[in-house]
């Protein structure tokens, strides 16, 4: 078996007021309907995998967009990623589920995946001691690597990375917002320029394909 290693970015930005996002996103999650997925019972640090486990979430409910947060968020995200997609030469948002998710102490989320092309994650509550996602390098999958996040960061990645919400072992709370899109079309401009037909040949000879 042979694999051919392309470059593949975890994107990240911020959003701008991000600060009072994160408190009515906070309120609506106070307030709102959601679930407490408590399995965690007898999870053991040493561990690899651990029981999901989180205080609450609205999963259930991921593809209504007519709830009161997702009405207010969506807009705020869909720009933002808008922007962060484009900068990797797609065009074109179709979301595919949003859902928040909140974390005490015990709580996590062990490895997985998603479906549809890239999987997005919110900061809206998250200490500094609080430990970040990690996502495994899908060409050495003995490496993990920690990401580099903070409150107010949004990142997107594809959706069959192996990540993971590590236990949290303190007494804060963390809260993401998760959710899937597709991206719907290339930006012609970009490939017209700079992925043109001889560009193709050249990749293909190299790499010995006919
Ligand atoms: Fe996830």
Redesign the pocket.
Known sequence: MQKYKFSCPVVKSKLKDYKSINQKLLKFFESCEGETVDIGQGYRINDLEFPDSFSKLDWRHCNNYDREWVKYFLPLLESELTHMIYSMSYQGIKFRGIWFQQYKKHNT?GW?T?AENF?G?YYVQLDKKSPNTEIVDPFNNRKIRRMDVEEGDLIFFPSFFI?R?PPLLNDTQKTIV?FNFNVTKPIESSYKNFYHADYFTRIRKRLGWR
């Open positions: 989320h997985h998603h999987t994650v990540h919400a998760s």
